[in-house]
Protein backbone atom coordinates (compact mmCIF):
# COMPACT_ATOMS: atom_id res chain seq x y z
CA UNK A 1 0.00 0.00 0.00
CA UNK A 2 3.10 2.80 0.63
CA UNK A 3 3.83 2.06 -3.13
CA UNK A 4 0.59 2.02 -4.37
CA UNK A 5 0.45 5.66 -2.10
CA UNK A 6 3.90 6.51 -3.39
CA UNK A 7 3.34 6.06 -6.75
CA UNK A 8 -0.09 8.15 -6.97
CA UNK A 9 1.75 11.05 -5.31
CA UNK A 10 4.58 10.93 -8.01
CA UNK A 11 1.76 10.91 -10.62
CA UNK A 12 -0.49 13.63 -9.17
CA UNK A 13 2.77 15.52 -8.01
CA UNK A 14 1.25 15.54 -4.54
CA UNK A 15 4.13 15.86 -1.53
CA UNK A 16 3.78 13.69 1.16
CA UNK A 17 4.05 15.05 4.34
CA UNK A 18 4.07 13.11 7.49
CA UNK A 19 3.17 15.17 11.21
CA UNK A 20 4.12 14.43 14.36
CA UNK A 21 2.75 12.02 16.37
CA UNK A 22 0.36 12.83 19.40
CA UNK A 23 0.48 16.41 17.92
CA UNK A 24 -2.86 17.59 16.19
CA UNK A 25 -2.18 20.44 16.21
CA UNK A 26 -0.29 20.69 13.15
CA UNK A 27 -2.70 18.63 10.92
CA UNK A 28 -5.27 21.56 12.33
CA UNK A 29 -7.55 21.47 9.20
CA UNK A 30 -7.84 17.90 8.75
CA UNK A 31 -8.83 17.36 12.54
CA UNK A 32 -11.35 20.05 12.63
CA UNK A 33 -12.91 18.21 9.53
CA UNK A 34 -12.98 15.27 11.65
CA UNK A 35 -15.03 17.06 14.50
CA UNK A 36 -17.54 18.80 12.10
CA UNK A 37 -18.13 15.82 10.06
CA UNK A 38 -18.26 13.47 12.88
CA UNK A 39 -20.93 16.17 15.26
CA UNK A 40 -23.13 16.12 11.32
CA UNK A 41 -22.75 12.48 11.77
CA UNK A 42 -24.20 12.22 15.18
CA UNK A 43 -26.90 14.47 15.48
CA UNK A 44 -28.44 13.43 11.90
CA UNK A 45 -28.74 9.41 13.09
CA UNK A 46 -30.18 10.33 15.88
CA UNK A 47 -33.11 8.29 15.39
CA UNK A 48 -30.90 5.53 13.89
CA UNK A 49 -27.54 4.81 15.04
CA UNK A 50 -26.80 1.87 13.28
CA UNK A 51 -27.66 3.11 9.97
CA UNK A 52 -25.39 6.21 10.20
CA UNK A 53 -23.43 4.63 7.17
CA UNK A 54 -26.26 6.04 5.28
CA UNK A 55 -25.97 9.75 5.89
CA UNK A 56 -22.30 9.95 4.95
CA UNK A 57 -22.67 10.61 0.89
CA UNK A 58 -25.20 13.83 2.10
CA UNK A 59 -23.30 14.94 4.78
CA UNK A 60 -20.30 15.19 2.86
CA UNK A 61 -22.38 16.95 -0.04
CA UNK A 62 -23.63 19.35 2.44
CA UNK A 63 -20.23 19.87 3.89
CA UNK A 64 -18.91 20.35 1.17
CA UNK A 65 -21.21 23.14 -0.70
CA UNK A 66 -19.98 25.82 2.72
CA UNK A 67 -17.10 28.09 1.98
CA UNK A 68 -14.06 27.30 3.69
CA UNK A 69 -13.07 29.76 6.52
CA UNK A 70 -9.71 29.08 5.64
CA UNK A 71 -9.14 29.00 1.67
CA UNK A 72 -12.67 31.19 1.36
CA UNK A 73 -13.56 28.27 -1.26
CA UNK A 74 -16.07 25.77 -1.10
CA UNK A 75 -14.25 22.19 -0.65
CA UNK A 76 -16.15 21.17 -3.72
CA UNK A 77 -14.88 23.84 -5.99
CA UNK A 78 -11.27 22.87 -5.24
CA UNK A 79 -11.95 19.51 -6.12
CA UNK A 80 -14.22 19.56 -9.33
CA UNK A 81 -13.63 23.08 -10.36
CA UNK A 82 -17.20 24.03 -10.35
CA UNK A 83 -20.07 25.25 -8.38
CA UNK A 84 -22.47 22.41 -7.42
CA UNK A 85 -26.06 22.47 -7.81
CA UNK A 86 -27.61 21.86 -4.80
CA UNK A 87 -30.82 23.26 -3.14
CA UNK A 88 -29.75 26.77 -2.90
CA UNK A 89 -28.89 27.10 -6.57
CA UNK A 90 -32.32 25.90 -7.30
CA UNK A 91 -33.74 28.60 -4.75
CA UNK A 92 -31.92 30.96 -6.84
CA UNK A 93 -33.27 29.82 -10.07
CA UNK A 94 -36.48 30.26 -9.22
CA UNK A 95 -36.27 33.68 -7.86
CA UNK A 96 -34.35 34.38 -11.66
CA UNK A 97 -37.23 33.06 -13.01
CA UNK A 98 -35.75 30.57 -14.75
CA UNK A 99 -37.20 27.55 -16.75
CA UNK A 100 -37.69 24.68 -14.03
CA UNK A 101 -39.35 21.07 -14.68
CA UNK A 102 -41.95 19.82 -12.61
CA UNK A 103 -39.57 17.77 -10.43
CA UNK A 104 -37.33 20.70 -10.03
CA UNK A 105 -40.34 22.56 -8.41
CA UNK A 106 -41.50 20.01 -6.53
CA UNK A 107 -37.82 19.58 -4.97
CA UNK A 108 -38.00 23.49 -4.45
CA UNK A 109 -40.98 23.46 -2.29
CA UNK A 110 -39.80 20.17 -0.29
CA UNK A 111 -37.02 21.94 0.78
CA UNK A 112 -38.89 25.66 1.74
CA UNK A 113 -40.86 22.86 3.62
CA UNK A 114 -38.31 21.56 5.54
CA UNK A 115 -36.50 24.77 6.29
CA UNK A 116 -39.76 25.83 8.21
CA UNK A 117 -39.85 23.09 10.17
CA UNK A 118 -36.50 22.97 10.76
CA UNK A 119 -36.90 26.77 11.51
CA UNK A 120 -39.94 26.23 14.22
CA UNK A 121 -37.96 23.30 15.77
CA UNK A 122 -34.65 25.46 15.95
CA UNK A 123 -37.04 28.06 17.84
CA UNK A 124 -39.05 25.50 20.14
CA UNK A 125 -35.99 24.32 21.33
CA UNK A 126 -34.14 27.60 21.91
CA UNK A 127 -37.16 28.62 24.51
CA UNK A 128 -36.72 25.11 25.88
CA UNK A 129 -32.98 25.10 26.90
CA UNK A 130 -33.84 28.93 28.28
CA UNK A 131 -36.17 27.79 30.32
CA UNK A 132 -33.93 24.72 31.29
CA UNK A 133 -30.90 27.16 31.81
CA UNK A 134 -32.91 29.45 34.15
CA UNK A 135 -34.19 26.68 36.29
CA UNK A 136 -30.49 25.09 36.71
CA UNK A 137 -29.46 28.87 37.99
CA UNK A 138 -31.94 29.26 40.23
CA UNK A 139 -31.42 25.87 42.09
CA UNK A 140 -27.60 26.08 42.01
CA UNK A 141 -26.63 29.55 42.90
CA UNK A 142 -28.61 29.66 46.13
CA UNK A 143 -25.98 26.51 47.28
CA UNK A 144 -22.63 27.95 45.16
CA UNK A 145 -19.63 29.37 46.54
CA UNK A 146 -17.13 30.91 44.19
CA UNK A 147 -13.93 30.28 44.99
CA UNK A 148 -10.83 32.90 44.08
CA UNK A 149 -7.04 31.32 43.87
CA UNK A 150 -4.28 33.91 43.27
CA UNK A 151 -0.69 33.14 41.75
CA UNK A 152 1.49 30.80 43.54
CA UNK A 153 -1.80 28.99 45.15
CA UNK A 154 -1.65 25.55 45.38
CA UNK A 155 -4.60 23.59 44.43
CA UNK A 156 -5.84 19.76 43.53
CA UNK A 157 -7.33 19.55 39.91
CA UNK A 158 -9.76 16.90 39.17
CA UNK A 159 -8.42 14.58 36.46
CA UNK A 160 -8.57 11.15 34.88
CA UNK A 161 -6.77 8.50 35.39
CA UNK A 162 -4.24 7.32 33.21
CA UNK A 163 -5.52 3.46 33.18
CA UNK A 164 -9.34 4.94 32.66
CA UNK A 165 -10.06 8.17 31.45
CA UNK A 166 -13.72 8.06 32.84
CA UNK A 167 -12.65 7.59 36.40
CA UNK A 168 -11.57 10.86 37.57
CA UNK A 169 -9.45 11.63 41.22
CA UNK A 170 -7.78 14.92 42.41
CA UNK A 171 -4.23 14.98 41.63
CA UNK A 172 -1.40 17.36 42.80
CA UNK A 173 -0.66 19.50 44.19
CA UNK A 174 0.08 21.94 41.56
CA UNK A 175 0.49 25.82 41.21
CA UNK A 176 -1.77 28.10 40.01
CA UNK A 177 -0.02 30.59 37.29
CA UNK A 178 -2.95 32.90 36.78
CA UNK A 179 -6.29 33.64 36.86
CA UNK A 180 -7.86 34.02 33.33
CA UNK A 181 -11.80 34.72 34.11
CA UNK A 182 -13.61 34.54 36.88
CA UNK A 183 -14.05 30.69 36.84
CA UNK A 184 -10.70 29.95 34.56
CA UNK A 185 -7.48 29.53 36.09
CA UNK A 186 -4.18 28.76 34.34
CA UNK A 187 -2.67 25.85 35.95
CA UNK A 188 0.98 24.42 35.64
CA UNK A 189 0.49 21.04 35.44
CA UNK A 190 4.56 20.26 35.41
CA UNK A 191 5.27 19.00 31.65
CA UNK A 192 2.52 21.29 30.38
CA UNK A 193 0.19 24.44 31.68
CA UNK A 194 -3.39 24.34 31.23
CA UNK A 195 -6.66 26.38 31.72
CA UNK A 196 -9.71 24.51 34.33
CA UNK A 197 -12.92 25.45 35.27
CA UNK A 198 -12.66 26.87 38.96
CA UNK A 199 -15.51 23.71 39.47
CA UNK A 200 -12.30 20.90 38.82
CA UNK A 201 -10.59 22.80 41.45
CA UNK A 202 -9.81 22.69 45.09
CA UNK A 203 -7.86 24.28 47.80
CA UNK A 204 -4.60 22.66 48.47
CA UNK A 205 -2.95 23.15 52.69
CA UNK A 206 0.17 21.89 53.28
CA UNK A 207 0.57 20.05 56.78
CA UNK A 208 3.49 20.76 58.86
CA UNK A 209 4.74 17.34 59.90
CA UNK A 210 8.61 16.95 59.35
CA UNK A 211 9.75 14.41 56.83
CA UNK A 212 11.54 11.59 58.64
CA UNK A 213 15.26 11.35 57.86
CA UNK A 214 16.35 8.41 56.30
CA UNK A 215 19.42 7.83 58.41
CA UNK A 216 17.12 7.45 61.72
CA UNK A 217 15.65 4.65 63.43
CA UNK A 218 12.18 3.45 63.50
CA UNK A 219 11.21 5.37 67.01
CA UNK A 220 12.81 8.48 65.37
CA UNK A 221 10.43 8.67 62.20
CA UNK A 222 7.59 7.43 64.74
CA UNK A 223 8.56 10.49 66.78
CA UNK A 224 8.96 12.75 63.75
CA UNK A 225 5.02 11.26 62.58
CA UNK A 226 3.79 13.42 65.81
CA UNK A 227 2.12 16.64 63.92
CA UNK A 228 -0.44 17.25 61.29
CA UNK A 229 -1.18 14.37 58.74
CA UNK A 230 -3.88 15.43 56.87
CA UNK A 231 -5.02 18.25 54.16
CA UNK A 232 -7.66 19.60 54.85
CA UNK A 233 -10.19 20.61 51.58
CA UNK A 234 -12.26 23.24 50.76
CA UNK A 235 -15.63 22.44 49.58
CA UNK A 236 -17.77 25.00 47.09
CA UNK A 237 -20.34 25.20 50.24
CA UNK A 238 -17.92 26.51 52.16
CA UNK A 239 -17.14 23.10 54.11
CA UNK A 240 -14.28 20.83 54.61
CA UNK A 241 -13.86 17.53 53.33
CA UNK A 242 -12.02 16.33 56.94
CA UNK A 243 -10.35 18.17 59.48
CA UNK A 244 -6.71 18.94 60.34
CA UNK A 245 -5.61 15.49 62.17
CA UNK A 246 -3.02 15.18 64.98
CA UNK A 247 -1.61 12.23 65.95
CA UNK A 248 -0.10 11.89 69.35
CA UNK A 249 3.85 11.32 70.17
CA UNK A 250 5.04 8.14 71.23
CA UNK A 251 7.40 9.79 74.40
CA UNK A 252 5.52 9.89 77.76
CA UNK A 253 4.36 13.26 78.70
CA UNK A 254 4.59 13.09 82.27
CA UNK A 255 4.08 16.73 82.93
CA UNK A 256 0.62 16.28 81.72
CA UNK A 257 -0.28 12.95 83.44
CA UNK A 258 -3.24 13.42 85.95
CA UNK A 259 -2.18 11.62 88.86
CA UNK A 260 -4.56 11.23 91.72
CA UNK A 261 -4.46 13.98 94.45
CA UNK A 262 -5.83 11.84 97.02
CA UNK A 263 -1.76 10.41 97.10
CA UNK A 264 0.28 11.71 99.09
CA UNK A 265 3.67 14.06 98.21
CA UNK A 266 5.71 10.73 98.55
CA UNK A 267 3.53 8.72 96.71
CA UNK A 268 2.83 11.22 93.77
CA UNK A 269 7.06 11.11 93.21
CA UNK A 270 7.16 7.83 93.00
CA UNK A 271 4.84 8.03 90.11
CA UNK A 272 6.46 10.48 88.32
CA UNK A 273 9.96 8.86 88.55
CA UNK A 274 8.19 5.71 87.27
CA UNK A 275 6.66 7.52 84.41
CA UNK A 276 10.11 9.38 83.49
CA UNK A 277 11.88 5.76 83.78
CA UNK A 278 9.89 3.57 82.06
CA UNK A 279 8.48 6.29 79.41
CA UNK A 280 9.39 3.60 76.54
CA UNK A 281 6.63 1.73 78.06
CA UNK A 282 4.30 3.81 79.69
CA UNK A 283 3.32 5.51 76.32
CA UNK A 284 0.09 7.63 75.35
CA UNK A 285 0.16 5.56 72.30
CA UNK A 286 -0.75 2.47 72.46
CA UNK A 287 1.97 -0.30 71.05
CA UNK A 288 2.69 -3.81 70.77
CA UNK A 289 3.41 -6.60 73.33
CA UNK A 290 4.31 -10.31 73.10
CA UNK A 291 3.33 -10.53 76.93
CA UNK A 292 -0.45 -11.10 76.84
CA UNK A 293 -2.61 -12.20 73.95
CA UNK A 294 -6.44 -11.06 73.81
CA UNK A 295 -8.81 -12.68 71.45
CA UNK A 296 -11.45 -10.02 69.89
CA UNK A 297 -14.42 -11.32 68.99
CA UNK A 298 -16.55 -9.97 66.45
CA UNK A 299 -20.54 -10.21 65.53
CA UNK A 300 -19.65 -11.82 62.22
CA UNK A 301 -16.93 -14.09 60.48
CA UNK A 302 -17.53 -12.68 57.53
CA UNK A 303 -14.75 -10.80 55.59
CA UNK A 304 -15.54 -7.30 55.37
CA UNK A 305 -14.35 -6.00 52.33
CA UNK A 306 -13.68 -2.23 51.79
CA UNK A 307 -13.07 0.13 48.82
CA UNK A 308 -9.93 1.43 48.13
CA UNK A 309 -8.90 5.16 49.39
CA UNK A 310 -6.54 7.86 48.43
CA UNK A 311 -3.96 8.26 51.02
CA UNK A 312 -3.94 12.12 52.17
CA UNK A 313 -1.04 13.67 50.29
CA UNK A 314 0.59 14.88 53.47
CA UNK A 315 0.77 11.67 54.76
CA UNK A 316 2.46 9.91 51.63
CA UNK A 317 5.66 10.80 52.47
CA UNK A 318 5.77 8.76 55.55
CA UNK A 319 4.44 6.05 54.54
CA UNK A 320 6.68 5.44 51.58
CA UNK A 321 9.35 5.86 53.88
CA UNK A 322 8.49 3.18 56.40
CA UNK A 323 7.23 0.86 53.53
Known amino acids: MSKLLAEFNSLCNIKHFVSTPYHPQINGIVERFHSTFTSMIRKRSHESPAEWNRFVPAALFAYSNQVHSSTGFPPFFLLFGRAP ?54 RHEPKSKLKHFVSDDEVLVLLPTSDNKLVLYFKGPYRVIEKRTSVVYLVDLGDRKCTFHVNLLRKYK ?47 ESGTVVIDPSLSSSQIQDVKELLIEFQDVLTSVPGCTSTLCHEIRLTTDAVIWVKPYLLPFAAREFVTYCT
Not at 87 to 96: E, G
Not at 218 to 241: H, K, P, R, T
Open 85 to 138: RGPMQILSDIFLNKDLSGETSFQYHYVMDLHNRIRKGWRLAQDLVRDSVNESRL
Open 206 to 252: RSTYASPSPSGNLDNADNACSNQAVAAISEEDGGEIGSLVTTLSLAS
